[in-house]
């Protein structure tokens, strides 16, 4: 690390929170860091500037070594807070609980690229380096610097990226975010599913998709969730419907052309929205419809669930989805929902709902979010969306066959993404997950721009709680970048790194075994693992990554 008087500098490792106010010489360099082929790693570069800060200067920006046409820099910008955490129920192990600014958002450099030394504040760079299948593998020393606009060095720092002779599977882990195209819509100013919203929609999947998200949801109808008794969201319908009595005709061309979209982009599985509203299943999402020349709402909050209307149209729709679904080769890489959060004063109502959608999809996955151990052992869904609270628990039950999820609930002990958490505590879920075998992990919230009950859009800079429906964090992990492209987070990271580690652990299962990966896990934790215990602390992550690494490079090299 070479600084001036004028500049400290030093590289840290991408689980830092780096805040404005933070001392440089209290965060840890980070001198090497390995990965493997087909894997994106990431650090940052931190620094503090000592000189006039009413003069403050723009900084060049330099990379030397070989892999620095795989290297990407942005900046890393603070963003507001106004409810951090539930001050209900927290627990010890938050970084900052009161308002204010937090490292988060993650944009391209101004200043045609230079970077701004930000006044006497405490700067970051987010470095992402792709490891692409091309480079061979070898230790590489990248040195970064930072010079002044007339060529002087102010200052310099290197780190050491080994890349491991093995490529980094996609993993079979569903991993869902769900995905609002009416937020898309209302941010923009754009018709829905207008060419230029097609345009946007494209944008945000592919942001997905690249880090490490697989499945997309698809509004064959506009999805009945977080919306309060009575309203609506706009509508985003993607299969048009005409009703003449109890006949219908559907059109799915512009479902076609989402899973057009989808499949360019990379996604593996496709997630239809809850058949019936969320919280009890009592009605049926909004539904719109041509009929005698006019495009009205069909089905609402106005229709109850179990209504024999709604029954006829579900017989004559869902075997038309899937045929289209089967059609297009997806059918069986397709989850589909009944209702979200499911309460047990419901369970009637939601066994009854459920049994209707099992007639007519007999050999399907149908997953819904459950927190309750009763509505499992009643045996009415067999993939559960298990509470991470609760997940011990259904475990010691005998669920095997299961998926995770958290949300703004989950406050104590467990992983979440909360802006106040330490990265870690995002970044273990992944471990977590593959030791216990989930088959996947689902959130609500990659683009939710609307306050609680989307009563209203907010603007996500700065509502960043959603206007106080959750601690911020929760409700996305992108922003809208002016030009129709998302902005990522630092949350997005985490969680791409999450499900490469879990990509990581079931290569090393693959070439070492399941009983050897166990034995790494246990060796580092130091303590007993669980969704609510776990080691707390970076190095656990970053040790364990070094050593399922070097395992892997080890036993294929002497399979060579």
């Known amino acids: 690390m070479h600084c001036t008087e004028d500049l400290n500098m030093k590289i840290v490792s991408s689980m830092e929170k780096c805040f404005l106010d933070d001392e440089l010489s209290k965060k840890t360099v980070l001198k090497s860091i390995s990965g493997l082929k087909n894997e994106e790693i990431s650090f940052q570069i931190i620094y503090k500037f000592n000189g006039d800060i009413n003069h403050t200067p723009l900084a060049i920006l330099k990379v030397a070594g070989e892999l620095k046409d795989h290297i990407s820099i942005q900046q890393v910008v603070s963003v507001p807070s106004n409810m951090p955490i539930n001050y209900q129920s927290?627990?010890?192990?938050?970084?900052?609980?009161?308002?204010?600014?937090?490292?988060?958002?993650?944009?391209?450099?101004?200043?045609?690229?230079?970077?701004?030394?930000?006044?006497?504040?405490?700067?970051?760079?987010?470095?992402?380096?792709k490891l692409t299948n091309d480079i061979a593998a070898g230790e590489y020393e990248t040195v970064f610097i930072l010079?002044?606009?007339?060529?002087?060095?102010?200052?310099?720092?290197?780190?050491?990226?080994?890349?491991?002779?093995?490529?980094?599977?996609?993993?079979?882990?569903?991993?869902?975010?769900?995905?609002?195209?009416?937020?898309?819509?209302?941010y923009y100013n754009v018709d829905v599913f207008s060419d230029r919203h097609f345009e946007i929609i494209k944008n945000y999947i592919k942001t997905a998709v690249d880090n490490k998200i697989n499945v997309i949801m698809m509004p064959v109808f506009t999805p009945a969730l977080d919306t309060y008794i009575g309203g609506e969201r706009l509508t985003c319908q993607l299969v048009k419907i005409s009703r003449d009595g109890n006949r219908y005709n559907f059109d799915f061309s512009l479902m076609h052309r989402w899973i057009d979209i989808c499949l360019e982009c990379g996604v593996k599985y496709f997630e239809i929205p809850p058949f019936f509203s969320q919280w009890g299943a009592k009605n049926t999402p909004k539904i719109m419809a041509f009929e005698n020349g006019n495009y009205r709402q069909i089905f609402g909050w106005e229709t109850d669930a179990l209504s024999d209307e709604y029954r006829t149209f579900l017989k004559l729709?869902?075997?038309?989805?899937?045929?289209?679904?089967?059609?297009?080769?997806?059918?069986?890489?397709?989850?589909?929902?009944?209702?979200?959060?499911?309460?047990?004063?419901?369970?009637?109502?939601?066994?009854?709902?459920?049994?209707?959608?099992?007639?007519?999809?007999?050999?399907?996955?149908?997953i819904d979010a459950v927190w309750d151990l009763k509505i499992y052992e009643s045996g009415v869904l067999s993939t559960p969306v298990i509470s991470i609270s609760e997940v011990d628990r259904f475990i010691e039950a005998g669920a095997d066959n299961y998926w995770v999820y958290y949300c703004g609930g989950h406050n104590k002990k467990v992983s979440n993404r909360f802006f106040s958490m330490p990265s870690y505590r995002t970044r273990i879920?992944?471990?977590?997950?593959?030791?216990?075998?989930?088959?996947?992990?689902?959130?609500?919230?990659?683009?939710?721009?609307?306050?609680?009950?989307?009563?209203?859009?907010?603007?996500?800079?700065?509502?960043?709680?959603?206007?106080?429906?959750?601690?911020?964090?929760?409700?996305?992990?992108?922003?809208?970048?002016?030009?129709?492209?998302?902005?990522a987070s630092v949350r997005l990271k985490l969680l791409r790194d999450a499900f490469q580690d879990v990509a990581a652990l079931e290569l090393c299962e693959r070439v070492c075994g399941r009983e050897f990966v166990s034995s790494l896990l246990e060796e580092e934790m130091g303590c007993n693992f669980s969704f609510t215990e776990y080691p707390q602390g970076s190095q656990y992550i970053e040790n364990l990554r070094e050593r399922v690494n070097h395992a892997i490079a080890k036993e294929i090299s002497n399979c060579k």
């Open 147 to 186: 010079a002044s606009e007339d060529g002087r060095t102010l200052g310099e720092s290197k780190i050491l990226i080994e890349v491991i002779d093995a490529i980094l599977p996609e993993t079979d882990m569903y991993h869902t975010e769900w995905f609002y195209a009416d937020c898309l819509a209302e």
């Open 317 to 366: 729709f869902v075997p038309a989805l899937l045929n289209e679904l089967v059609s297009r080769g997806i059918d069986k890489r397709t989850v589909f929902h009944i209702s979200d959060e499911p309460d047990l004063d419901d369970f009637d109502r939601y066994s009854q709902t459920t049994s209707i959608i099992k007639q007519l999809l007999k050999d399907y996955i149908m």
């Open 429 to 487: 879920l992944g471990v977590q997950l593959y030791h216990y075998n989930a088959k996947g992990f689902l959130h609500w919230g990659y683009n939710f721009w609307h306050n609680r009950y989307s009563y209203d859009i907010i603007n996500p800079f700065l509502e960043t709680s959603g206007e106080y429906f959750a601690p911020s964090g929760d409700t996305h992990i992108v922003y809208p970048a002016q030009d129709g492209t998302p902005y």
């Open 90 to 129: 927290y627990d010890d192990d938050y970084i900052r609980t009161k308002p204010g600014l937090f490292p988060e958002l993650i944009t391209p450099l101004h200043y045609n690229g230079k970077v701004n030394l930000m006044g006497g504040s405490l700067g970051s760079l987010w470095v992402d380096v």
